[in-house]
């Protein structure tokens, strides 16, 4: 349970905030995901980095802000943030079957439950 | 992009019998199927996947079938216990040599009573 930790695990926010979400990935995988899970509504991949690149950010708004300094680390930068953000948000990780040798598996990390005021 | 459809949203059994949540997808190039289970506060933990050169898959109380023709695959969990009670969410991907990109379904409320 502790190959991929984030933290902090709550946090609550005012609109006019900043603050950031912090993930680490001990497995040694290539890539990194950051995903919005609210209630009643499937995960939503939000951005994927691969080997610190990013490779995929789904239309999300700007006042998210990732940012991958290696591939054990990935960060979500927080900034006047709406009552509708407030969500579980998720990192995970997993190591690319066909480049990395892995099996694309994704593993989650615990989350951070984001309440915003 | 692909998309994902799961039914039921919600599914009661009773302890010993079997469950059966299914799911469907858009794009044919999909070929990486996990199912994830996620039990109430805790992360979602990946229970079994399989990839579109096969059909099945077991491991003990849990299989997964594909159908690719029919672009739907499922899972079946046999003698339900108490503990098998949390969401499921099935998903799908495609590997290319990059980062794998899942799309979820909107998950099953499994509840296995007594």
């Known amino acids: 349970e502790t190959g991929v930790t984030q933290t902090p695990r709550h946090l609550v926010m005012g609109m006019t905030n900043k603050k950031s979400l912090k993930c680490e990935q001990h497995l040694g995988h290539n890539a990194m995901y950051w995903y919005k899970q609210s209630a009643k ?22 006042r998210f802000s990732p940012e991958c300094p290696n591939s054990s680390h990935l960060f979500l930068h927080l900034h006047t943030l709406q009552p509708e953000d407030s969500a579980l948000y998720l990192c995970a990780s997993s190591q690319d079957g066909l480049a990395g040798g892995g099996t694309d598996t994704q593993y989650f990390g615990p989350g951070t439950r984001l309440t915003v005021l | 992009g ?22 469907t997808y858009s794009d044919s190039a999909s070929n990486y199927f996990p199912w994830y289970k996620q039990e109430l506060g805790k992360r979602p933990q990946l229970i ?18 594909l159908n690719k023709t029919a672009k739907h695959f499922s ?40």
């Open chain 1, 41 to 62: 509504k499937p995960l939503e991949l939000m951005f994927v980095y691969n080997f610190k690149e990013q490779t995929e950010n789904n239309s999300v708004p700007s």
């Open chain 2, 2 to 23: 692909e998309n994902v459809e799961q039914h039921p949203s919600t599914l009661s059994v009773q302890e010993g019998d079997s469950a059966v949540i299914k799911c």
């Open chain 2, 48 to 65: 079994i996947d399989i990839r579109s050169n096969v059909g099945e898959k077991k491991d003990q109380r849990i299989a997964v079938t």
């Open chain 2, 75 to 114: 899972l079946h969990i046999t003698e339900t216990q108490p503990e098998d009670s949390a969401v499921y969410f099935c998903a799908a991907s495609i590997t290319a040599g990059t980062a794998s990109k899942l799309t979820f379904g909107t998950g099953t409320r499994l509840q296995v009573t007594l």
